[in-house]
C-alpha cells in the first residue's frame, strides 16, 4: 500500500509540473500572438499613410503594452525596381523596420 501510495504521488507531481509548463507555454504564446497582430496593424496604418511615415514611425513606441523601435529609411526606386536606400532626392519609397518584445517585422511601403 505504501508502494502504490509512493508511485502515485510521483505520477501526481509529474502531471502537476507539466500542467504549470502547458499553462506557462499558453500564456506566452497569447503574448506573442498580441504583439505580433498589433505590429501587422501597426504596419497596414503605415501602408494606408505612407506620406504620414516619418511622422508615425519615428523612433521609440509602445505595442500591446511593450515597447519598441520604428525605423523608416527614406529610398529611392530604380527604373528594374530595385532600392537605394537611404536616399538623399525624393523619397519614392521607405524601408520601414518595426521591433517590438525582440521580434522583428521589415518591409518596404511604396508611395503612390
Partial sequence: MLLALGLLTVVVLAFTALQVTSLRGGRQGRELQAVVR????????????????????NGALTLA????????????????????????GDARAYRVVLEVGGKRLETVVYRP
Fill in 65 to 88: 503594452g511593450k515597447g519598441g523601435t520604428c525605423a523608416a529609411t527614406p529610398c529611392a526606386v530604380a527604373q528594374d525596381g530595385s532600392l537605394a536606400c537611404p536616399t538623399s
Fill in 38 to 57: 498589433e505590429m501587422e496593424n501597426f504596419m497596414e496604418r503605415l501602408r494606408q499613410d505612407p506620406q504620414g511615415i516619418p511622422t508615425l514611425c
